[in-house]
């Protein structure tokens, strides 16, 4: 049954929330009709942009995340990488953050997709031995690098079942994790081949009975309620014997995790959404949706704890972040909220539109960076239009989307090497390639 209170008037009390509090997200709620069909900062949308689906089946829909899976030599270097992505078609009708919770039993599918291969398609991962009766419908997910004579990687994602959220490890077995601080979670970042960064989205989840999960999940997203946090788990019991990388992995039937330490690390952040790490390993970055800002955070590698270090605003609700190999912060996420409520309810006609940019640490000398000078220069729509420039971050908008091309932009990875912007959406078919080169030119 959906809530009494459409969810685009929701959004809209949301809007005059922010804007009273001040919030520089009130811009996320506020629709930008100027957005192209489809805008590449590397070139032309139609030649350098193209939608890679699984044919024939074309199964590969509503992809939620993505993250690189890396092979490393003895001295850290990568040699070798692949890429996968956490796909649930049926989203629409299970949907734990923004409903509805109407049919579980439908599953989702985690993908491979061979980015060095030009006419590679994606392939579903085949789970073999996963327990039937067991509901995957997953969300976040983050992998560990492959070791020098260990071809074996620790997999982790977030699965939003039934009853409730777990953790779900996927290497030569699978195991569920339910740390007692597990409430709502959402994305993690990996700090080993067992322990995560975890962000947990709100403290109050429709998954609570009646007119309570109705009603209490609205209201902290209604007031951008501080009620949420960031957690570091530790996991023991999880060594691993046998997987496979190519298209299916061996796995026995689900056993519990050993969760030997949970500690907060970050709290009072509304809707803490994506989370990521710096390739040097000293800093987090955590997406908090509501306020449509990213929060930099100074990380003690030894101890894992986080100190703020700096609030840079975006021009939409950030959902999944990714730092490429040169440090960049790649945001991707959702400029007018209400168009994406509307598609996820399959509003008549609704599209929702998508942006993706990059935000590099760069220091500013002194009086520069000030709100007059030009950045983010010519785009359709500036992100310099939405939100003040921060002193020490570079933002550049990356691509940006009506709808028409792209929606519903939920995670984007880049390859710094080569510069291939990769682009999955919430309620997207499919997923997007843009290439700095025109499509057909092999690197």
Not at 37 to 58: F, M, V
Not at 108 to 126: E, H, S
Not at 176 to 193: D, E, G, I
Not at 410 to 422: F, P, V
Request: hydrophobic fraction near 40%; glycine fraction near 6%.
């Amino acid at each position: 049954m959906r809530s009494s209170l459409p969810w685009a008037i929701i959004a809209a009390f949301l809007g005059f929330v922010i804007w009273r509090n001040g919030r520089n997200s009130r811009n996320i709620l506020v629709p930008t009709p100027d957005l192209p069909d489809g805008y590449y900062a590397e070139g032309p949308h139609k030649k350098h942009c193209t939608i890679i689906r699984d044919t024939p089946s074309d199964s590969m829909n509503y992809c939620e995340d993505a993250a690189f899976w890396e092979r490393v030599d003895g001295s850290g270097a990568v040699f070798d990488k692949v890429m996968l992505l956490s796909c649930d078609p049926s989203r629409k009708s299970w949907n734990t953050v923004m409903g509805p919770l109407s049919d579980p039993s439908s599953r989702g599918a985690l993908w491979i997709y061979d980015i060095a291969n030009a006419d590679a398609q994606p392939q579903q991962i085949t789970l073999e031995g996963y327990p039937e009766g067991h509901d995957f419908h997953p969300l976040g997910l983050d992998i560990y690098p492959s070791q020098p004579n260990e071809p074996y990687s620790n997999l982790f994602v977030v699965n939003h079942a039934r009853h409730n959220s777990t953790i779900e490890q996927f290497t030569a077995l699978v195991a569920s994790a339910q740390p007692r601080k597990l409430v709502a979670p959402n994305a993690l970042a990996l700090t080993s081949p067992t322990s995560f960064y975890l962000t947990h989205d709100h403290r109050f989840t429709r998954r609570l009975p009646g007119v309570l999960g109705k009603t209490l999940p609205v209201i902290e997203s209604i007031l951008a309620l501080p009620l949420a946090w960031v957690t570091h788990v530790t996991l023991t019991d999880t060594d691993a014997t046998t997987t496979t990388t190519t298209t299916t992995t061996t796995v026995p039937p689900l056993q519990p995790a050993t969760t030997t330490h949970t500690e907060i690390v970050a709290s009072r952040i509304p809707f803490p959404n994506g989370v990521a790490i710096s390739p040097d390993g000293t800093q987090v970055a955590i997406a908090s949706t509501t306020l449509g800002e990213i929060l930099f955070y100074t990380r003690d590698i030894a101890t894992q704890a986080l100190s703020l270090r700096a609030r840079v605003p975006t021009p939409f609700a950030p959902d999944n972040i990714m730092f490429d190999e040169r440090g960049s912060l790649i945001v991707a996420g959702h400029p007018y909220f209400q168009a994406l409520v509307a598609v996820a309810a399959n509003s008549t006609g609704a599209r929702a539109p998508s942006w993706v940019v990059s935000i590099t640490p760069s220091p500013t000398p002194p009086g520069a960076g000030a709100e007059t000078d030009a950045w983010d220069v010519g785009v359709p729509v500036p992100a310099s239009r939405k939100v003040p420039r921060v002193p020490g971050y570079e933002m550049r908008t990356l691509y940006q989307s009506d709808g028409s091309e792209f929606s519903s932009s939920s995670t984007a990875l880049r390859d710094a090497r080569t510069g291939m912007l990769y682009v999955v959406g919430l309620y997207q078919g499919g997923m997007m390639v843009c290439s700095p080169m025109k499509l057909g030119i092999s690197w």
